[in-house]
């Protein structure tokens, strides 16, 4: 990508690069997948075999005896409470992992640009876009124990403590072992958090692509910020902002640590997502049959997204063409 | 997604025409709307960096000092007793080394295996090529709970529970499914001037791909690597069901231990926290620019 600039243009697919055949056969090619393809056979897809198998057997784990369940796991996954609380979870998980930070996203990203990086300087949009970006670099374990210990219960708790500064009375609210609303509403706030520094990354790369002779003309024509905004930068930037919905939603459906550090699914099962409950229901459960229906019922929903967000896109790419 | 990079090519051109585009506009004094949402962006920024600057305000108070102020206060002094306990009743030292050993080894592994599948893919452009970049693709998508059972029984039999080993391999498939992707298609377009040149030196295939393509390609593996590496040392499920003993613990994991024991004192755990970001701070200080080039790559591929 940043080697070939001038020559990709040049390229077109059909006669792309490909090393002269003098003896040598093309199969000769697929020996250098013998390391992936093993690797991936033992990591990846024996996994997904043995659990998709597992999932029409009850098996306590250890040396017990697998029992043929036939569908009996499936049927009892759609009238498992926790199991539909969790998906239903996941609908506030991509407000807060998707949504949300797309949309403040492509406002801060095209603040930085346009404002503060063409009428204050460069540096300072550059080193704001790093400040933002820096929760993206934690690992999510550790944000996740900062936020466990800002949103302490009681009056240990830094944001209590600021809110009874703030308001004079005493603030004693238990954040994420109180009510689900609080404890929802905290893990959210951690992930936009997290998340929020990855588009505004993506955007601003995505706008430097922009011709700048554009927004000149516009604004010559008297167009506002808020025109050009959405006139120029948005239609410019389309492919960046599918691809950051499409990672993030997958992300999304995988979430495991905030809440997993957070809450540990409390108070009272509420806040739990499909991969905690997996997680959970693997470990501590009784039956591991049933951990494995949860698990193969998340890696079905994963699958799909991707592939309707690959059809997607190829369509478009079609009709640009 | 071959617009955009075309789109990108075709506006250099014209931006060479007009060195810096910005000097006319600097000319035009700034209005009282700019300052403002300039001071907007600023403050947000502010609000996304306040914990970590909470962070830094407590981790030097002592016990009785944060039992007595608030979260807000500066220290009354500097004192090292959480950093301390920290580093020594958790043994830091080895789950940075834990940590530092499993990333490097993924992030070389992984390119290594992510430039084999993707010679075929992208320049042997084998039959069913877009397939098989699904099919590894695979190995990014599918959520770690599915993983987790299996190979924790599986690496049981192997006798590689609580060893970095466990999690290494794991991790060099997965960051390869990502590397075969993008390389894919960057090797799609590869010049095939250089590799007929080659071949007519008389290069065989292995020779081509280690001598010609490689060293073209590095400033890409070199990305990869960085991001690679930050990603394994943020993983958290699955080394958290395979490395169980206290020595083989990473970084994001002592930190989790830690904050599960109802006892931790909490100068000690807020030390910790901070103790636990400061690698991955100077990471970035020094890849930064690297990431921001990798990101981007990763986006429009």
Redesign the interface.
Known sequence: MTTTPTRRRTVSPADAARIPQRGGHKWGYWLYFIPGLLLMAAIIFYPIVRNVRLSFFHWRGGRAEEQFAGLENWTALFQDHEFLQSFQNIFLVIIAMVIVPTLLGLVIAALLFDVVGRRFGGKLSSFLRATYYIPQILPIAVAGVLFGWLLKPNSDGVVNQFLTTITGDEVTINWLGGSYGTAMASVMVLMIWIQIGYPIVIFMAALQRVDPELYEASELDGANWFERFRAITLPMIRPEVFVVSLTTTIAALKVFAPVFILTQGGPNKSTYVPSFYAYNEFINGQDKGYAATIATAVTIVVFIVAVIFIRVQSRAERKDA | ?????????A??P??KA?PD??S???ARP?TA??WI??V???L??LV??F??L??LMNAFKSPTDYANS???DFPEALDFTGIQTFWEQQNFPRALWNSIFISTLVAVFAVI?SV??S??IG????KGRTW?V??????N???????????FQ?YDDLGLLSNPWSVI??F???Q?AFG?YLLSS???????E???A??MDGA??WR?LRSVIVP??K??LS?LMVFFF?WT??E??LPLAFLNSPDSLT???I??Q??GERQTD?TT??A??LI??IP??I??LIF?RT???G???G???
């Open positions: 997604m071959t617009d955009v990079t075309q789109a990108s090519a506006a250099k014209r931006r007009n585009p910005t006319r506009n600097k700034r709307a700019e949402l300039m907007l962006a600023v947000g920024a996304i960096i914990p970590v909470l962070l608030s979260p807000l295996l084999l599948n010679f075929a320049i042997g452009r084998v098989i699904l099919l590894f693709l695979m190995a998508l599918v959520p770690q709970e599915m993983l987790f059972d299996p190979l599986l391999i794991t060099t498939v997965i390869a075969t960057l090797l799609g377009t590869f010049p095939k250089i590799l007929e080659a071949a065989t295939r081509s073209v390609i400033p890409t990305v930050i040392w943020n958290f499920l970084v994001p994991l930190l989790e830690l904050n909490t755990l807020v910790g926290t636990s970001i991955t701070i990471f970035f930064q990431l921001t080039r990101i981007t790559a986006a429009v591929k």
